[in-house]
């Protein structure tokens, strides 16, 4: 039996991003693989490391039993302390160690996807000792594999598959938190909407309305008269809400009509991963 149907879009995102991945650090020299990434405090090598990890997590493999340094100052909560523990197991590993087990590890998963047969809802591990259905997970590796992908193409200069399929399933997943950010975390004054503007590989107008009660929702209709908003290209919108930059780093990349203090306020909230 293949993956569930519901399914095949992610397996299929998460191919072509992992596969980018192996060819991207296939040919680096060692030193290579120490350029920092736009991931905080992450290494090409660590980076890779966090893919490996990950993954073989997926495939059901044991956890390392690691000592984390104490010197490490991005480590900063449980769920960092957990993701560092894949990375910093491998930080010694040699490019041709890295790029053999990537290698099989990704022999390993693709086998996984083509013999999965589970239903979208049956419950795998999570981080930290919880649980989620296997459709959430197939996501959030499709998701997590693309960017990273586009870190390790900053990282080594080579851009590229802005607009592949994982890049369609990131901008789904950021889309779907627009509304906590412009109705909670920015503030936005009940009865308003703000429109954000997206251009480039990937182009998108989506409008956040706030309802009276201060609930927010999402659609793709156009306002006729928003407090704020928002135009930038697609590059600058993933790197933003995926933690990668702050908003004083590219504000000549931004066009904020509107009112500017607000616009502020929702560009400071658009962080959404961890």
């Given amino acids: 039996m293949t993956v569930h149907p519901s399914l095949q879009n992610y397996a299929d995102a998460w191919t072509h991003s992992i596969e980018a991945i192996a060819e991207l650090v296939q040919p680096l020299v060692e030193g290579e693989w120490n350029r920092p990434t736009p991931c905080p405090a992450w290494s090409v090598r660590d980076v890779v490391s966090h893919v490996i990890g990950l993954e073989t997590e997926m495939l059901g493999d044991p956890r390392p039993i690691h000592t984390l340094p104490r010197d490490l100052y991005h480590v900063k909560s449980d769920f960092a302390r957990y993701m560092e523990m894949q990375v910093d197991v491998r930080r010694h590993h040699t490019a041709p160690e890295m790029t053999s087990e990537l290698e099989y590890t990704m022999i390993r998963r693709a086998r996984q996807l083509r013999n999965e047969n589970r239903s979208p809802d049956t419950l795998v591990r999570a981080p930290l000792g919880a649980e989620q259905t296997l459709e959430v997970a197939m996501r959030v590796r499709a998701f997590d594999i693309w960017v990273h992908e586009q870190d390790l193409r900053t990282a080594l200069d080579k851009p590229g598959n802005l607009d592949s399929p994982g890049a369609h ?10 509304p906590k950010i412009v109705a909670k975390d920015a503030g936005t004054p009940p ?8 251009h480039g590989p990937l182009e998108f107008l989506r409008t956040v309305r706030v309802s009276a009660d201060g609930r927010g929702s999402v659609d793709g209709s156009p306002s006729l008269g928003p407090i704020v908003s928002l135009s930038l290209d697609w590059e600058t919108y993933y790197r933003l809400a995926c933690g990668r930059v702050r908003p004083a780093a590219v504000a000549d990349r931004i066009k904020v009509d509107g009112d500017q203090e607000l616009g502020a306020a929702i560009l400071g909230s658009f962080a959404v991963t961890p």
């Fill in 191 to 198: 009865g308003s909407a703000v429109v954000i503007d997206v």
């Fill in 169 to 178: 399933i990131v901008r789904d997943t950021l889309i779907e938190a627009l």
